[in-house]
């Protein structure tokens, strides 16, 4: 199974990255850390990939000790399923959030059925990541499983 996981989090990419490989001993991981790190992998390389686990929120640019990252997305992970949509890449898309809420005041629940209706051929559903709870855990594993049938 090979993955490519957008998400700026260092600590909850090492978690996430850390559980799958212990549950998938298969899992080949792909990390990117922006939305135009991540776009720019998917659409060059979108067949490499069986699944993308996606953060909403990022940076625009990569973050590093030169450049801030550009503009903060809000649903960054939003707009890298249109783009997935508008190329026709059919690569499935979990969204792993932090988030109960966003910038523009959307629920998760609410973006949850938003992105099943515009996106459906993609997006298969959402982990709620929490470094407290560890609920996603079985969430993100119940999901994954039910891709790599």
Do not use: C
């Given at each position: ?8 989090h260092p600590l ?109 051929e993609n997006y ?26």
């Amino acid at each position: 199974m090979k993955i490519i996981f957008i998400e700026d989090h260092p600590l909850k990419q090492a978690q996430i990255n850390k559980f799958i490989e212990e549950k998938f001993s298969n899992a080949e991981i792909t990390n990117k850390n922006s939305y135009i790190s991540g776009l720019k992998e998917l659409i060059q390389n979108h067949h490499l990939y069986d699944i993308l686990l996606l953060d909403i929120s990022m940076p625009n640019y990569d973050i590093s000790s030169e450049d801030s990252g550009g503009d903060w997305m809000p649903l960054a992970g939003k707009k890298i399923l249109k783009e997935m949509f508008l190329r026709d890449i059919s690569t499935k898309a979990i969204v792993v959030t932090m988030h109960g809420s966003f910038d523009d005041g959307t629920k998760i629940t609410e973006l949850d059925t938003n992105l099943k209706s515009e996106f459906p051929e993609n997006y298969i559903g959402y982990a709620y990541y929490s470094q407290i709870n560890e609920d996603w855990k079985d969430k993100l594993e119940t999901l994954l499983k039910g891709i790599n049938k």
